[in-house]
């Protein structure tokens, strides 16, 4: 994966977006193209798939973040973040690195 690069910042209703396409067809099998007719024209699909995947990944190793999470649907806060904290493929994301993108005490 060495030199894939900078994983791009994603609109955060694209990713709200990804992530209601995740939730509804649970099984994975989700063409590029399904979300690119849902999200908004030249959105970066593949990126918003890769933050939207990583979020579901982290959400249940990361116990702080489950105060961002209200009846399994995670916050526009943590959204915003994930869309927004950088990312490099191959690399690990640190919960202190994405926690910054947080706001602290108010959740929602």
């Given amino acids: 994966m060495k030199g894939l690069g900078q994983i791009p910042t994603v609109d955060p209703h694209d990713l709200r977006t990804i992530l209601n396409v995740?939730?509804?067809c649970p099984s994975g099998s989700i063409d590029a193209l399904i979300y690119s007719r849902l999200c908004k024209p030249g959105a970066d699909?593949?990126?918003?798939?890769?933050?939207?995947?990583?979020?579901?990944?982290?959400?249940?190793?990361?116990?702080?973040?489950?105060?961002f999470v209200q009846d399994g649907e995670p916050s526009d806060a943590l959204v915003l973040a994930f869309a927004l904290v950088p990312m490099e493929h191959g690399k690990a994301l640190h919960a202190h690195k994405l926690m910054k993108y947080l706001p602290k005490g108010h959740p929602r």
Avoid: K
Avoid at 50 to 63: E, H, K, N, V, Y
């Fill in 22 to 24: 995740q939730r509804e």
């Fill in 45 to 67: 699909v593949v990126a918003g798939h890769l933050r939207a995947s990583l979020m579901g990944i982290l959400l249940q190793s990361i116990p702080e973040l489950a105060e």
